[in-house]
């Protein structure tokens, strides 16, 4: 199963590598881009790449309080549940997980990544 | 502006049934606006056609509700089974018209003339009834924003400046009251209003309205 | 003419009380109804489809009351007719002999049972006093044509002292008096200082004198009832220390009617109030207690012409 992980530079692109560095779920093929930040991630980006092969987009940004430029994750969270409320009502069941981390984190990727792999969960 | 809440997309699903290949159209009017038939809705919905594995492409028109804006569109839709029209009732109808031979669909519930009161929220505040009486109530349409359409003061359950039937919005009598009471106004509510003359509002039948200076 | 209309002349402190029709066409439990209060009233309101629950229609009502010897009150709402129908009921109940109506907007649609129906509120209830007056002494429909024959009608109106905006209360009043209305009942009392109030403000614009203002009163059976209302009902104000009342009590039907008649005594000491509307919801068989208890007992007797008067059937 294919996972697209989008990841901010200052962030959550450093930390979904070291996670894969450290060894991943091995179902997932996951395909790592980087972005300056989460608010730069639009909606019709998230579904442009939902219409390829990828059941998920892991979207991995600083914690919400602490975004680089203020309010990048929080818009970024908001068009995740957008995204996926779409996506409900066109009972699809390809999602979009979010993840709030610092540069030095895995744990949080890792605990994203592995619910990518059980199909029923859902973003909260 | 007109404000439209998108269909859910299971009955958009439902009224394209096995029409596999279609053309969203969205329009760059009042439905852009409201944020429910503008060109990233239109995207949205071909996008989650997409997804589904139906062949869908998408275009947005400055206005659907003028044929001239919709003589480009000739080409998009004379390949494709259906049409999804994002735009108002009149958009849609204006859609079918000029594509006859095609199934338009609508895909928003054209629901009120209204503004935004805040973001992400929209109120109705015009019933298009052929004879504008605001002036008389402080600027604030008693036909419209009064549950009952009451012109002679407010009925007798609002509690709280707040409405008996939607209590999560104001009682368009308290409304009127107030500002009139701020231009020192409150007075002239002790004239009693007439029955209205409904003949103008859709009550009379269909309405056109022509104007003999501008015919070509 | 109005049995109602003489005895609110007459001067005398006035009783009218509330029938609910039956949600069926069975004519039984109208009789039932009406015969239980018909010696402790002056005149019985039949409510036209209230809450907008759909029932037996008022006329209907009216009509078995009339033929049961009781002077009836048609109530006619704004809801679910439009200018064309409300004139031709009216000219029905005339042709019947219910000559009482009172003019209502109607509660809204979505608070009933057929939630999904159009309303109509071609006119309000403002509007539909003046039609009726100009039906009256105008011989005129609404849209200035002749009526051959003449229209008798008494007619009144709903007041709710308690709904906002409380400034314009007595406003309003004073627009309905203009426009035709000849007598008025309220919403429930439960806060008789509020009402006192309200009062206060009517009689400084003179409407006591112009309309005679029957005030509302509903006997409950529970504090629970009580809260209900409170809570649920628009238009109401219900003081806490009454619910505390039926909540101490060891019997709550019996100080139910213990309060609704110590309101009738306090209704009965202030100035323009002419009369008491009991509107006992499906308790209707507990009137004649309250109207006895109240001193109100016995009524008014009816002179020849208004005894079993037959509807001027041809």
Not at chain 3, 268 to 274: C, L, M, T
Request: proline share 5%; net charge negative.
């Amino acid at each position: 199963m294919k996972v697209v992980a989008i990841g901010c530079d200052k962030s959550g692109y450093p930390a979904v590598l070291r996670t894969l560095e450290g060894g991943c779920t091995p179902q997932l093929e996951v395909d790592v881009r980087g972005v300056s930040c989460l608010g730069v991630v639009r909606e019709s980006l998230l579904l442009e790449i939902l219409e390829g092969d990828a059941s998920y987009i892991l979207l991995a940004g600083c914690p919400l309080d602490s975004c680089h430029n203020l309010e990048g994750s929080r818009f970024a969270k908001a068009r995740a549940e957008r995204v996926n409320a779409l996506l409900d009502e066109a009972e699809v069941d390809k999602r979009v997980v979010l993840a709030f981390v610092t540069a030095d984190k895995t744990s949080p990727i890792r605990d994203a990544l592995a619910r990518c792999v059980d199909e029923k969960d859902r973003v909260t | 502006m007109i404000v439209g809440e998108r269909k859910p997309i299971r009955e958009i699903l439902e009224l394209l049934g096995d029409n596999t290949t279609v053309l969203v159209v969205g329009c760059g009017s009042c439905v852009t606006v409201c944020l429910s038939g503008g060109e990233r809705e239109a995207r949205e919905l071909a996008s989650i056609l997409r997804i589904r594995g139906q062949s869908a492409r998408e275009v947005t028109v400055e206005r659907q509700c003028e044929k001239e804006f919709l003589l480009p569109l000739e080409k998009e839709i004379e390949p494709v089974q259906a049409v999804v029209s994002l735009a108002c009732g009149i958009g849609v109808q204006a859609m079918s018209e000029m594509f006859s031979s095609h199934r338009v669909f609508p895909g928003l519930n054209t629901t009120f003339m209204g503004m935004p009161v805040e973001q992400g929220l929209w109120e109705e505040y015009c019933s298009g009834c052929g004879e504008c009486v605001v002036h008389k109530y402080g600027g604030v349409c008693p036909v419209t924003r009064c549950a009952k359409s009451l012109f002679n003061g407010p009925c007798g359950g609002s509690q709280a400046g707040l409405c008996e039937v939607k209590p999560d919005r104001d009682c368009a009598w308290q409304l009127i009251y107030d500002r009139l009471k701020s231009q020192n106004r409150v007075e002239e509510l002790l004239q009693v209003q007439p029955p209205k003359d409904w003949s103008f509002s859709r009550s009379g039948g269909h309405r056109k309205m022509s104007r003999e200076d501008m015919l070509l | 003419m109005s049995w109602l209309k003489d005895v609110l002349e007459s001067g005398a402190f006035a009783v009218t009380g509330e029938v609910g029709p039956p949600k069926s066409p069975n004519i039984q439990p109208v009789l039932k109804k009406v015969n239980q209060v018909c010696r402790h009233v002056d005149a019985v309101n039949f409510t036209d489809n209230q809450t907008a629950i759909v029932r037996m229609s008022s006329l209907a009502g009216c009509l078995l009351a009339k033929e049961a010897g009781a002077d009836p009150v048609m109530q006619m709402v704004c809801r679910d007719r439009n200018r064309i129908a409300l004139q031709s009921d009216l000219l029905g109940a005339c042709a019947l002999g219910v000559e009482n109506v009172l003019c209502l907007s109607g509660d809204h649609q979505s608070m009933g049972n057929h939630p999904q129906s159009k309303n109509v509120f071609d006119v309000d209830s403002i509007q539909l006093l003046e039609i009726f007056k100009n039906m009256r002494d105008r011989s005129a429909f609404q849209n200035g044509e002749e009526i051959k024959s003449p229209v008798k009608v008494f007619l009144g109106a709903g007041e709710s002292p308690y709904a906002d905006p409380v400034a314009f209360r007595a406003m309003r009043l004073a627009k309905k008096v203009a426009a035709g209305a000849q007598f008025i009942q309220t919403q429930a009392i439960f806060d008789i200082e509020r009402f006192e109030q309200w009062m206060f403000e009517v009689r400084g614009l003179g409407l006591h004198k112009k309309v005679f203002i029957l005030g509302g009163v509903i006997p409950v059976k529970s504090a629970r009832a009580l809260r209900y209302m409170q809570e649920e009902v628009p238009g109401l104000v219900i003081p806490e220390n009454l619910i505390h009342r039926l909540e101490k009590a060891d019997d709550a039907k019996a100080e139910g009617v213990n309060i609704c008649v110590e309101t009738i005594e306090r209704l009965k000491e202030i100035e323009g109030v002419a009369g008491v509307h009991i509107m006992a919801i499906a308790w209707e068989s507990i009137i004649p207690e309250i109207v006895e208890r109240a001193g109100l007992f016995p009524r008014p007797a009816k002179g020849a012409e208004h005894n079993h008067e037959d509807p001027k059937r041809t």
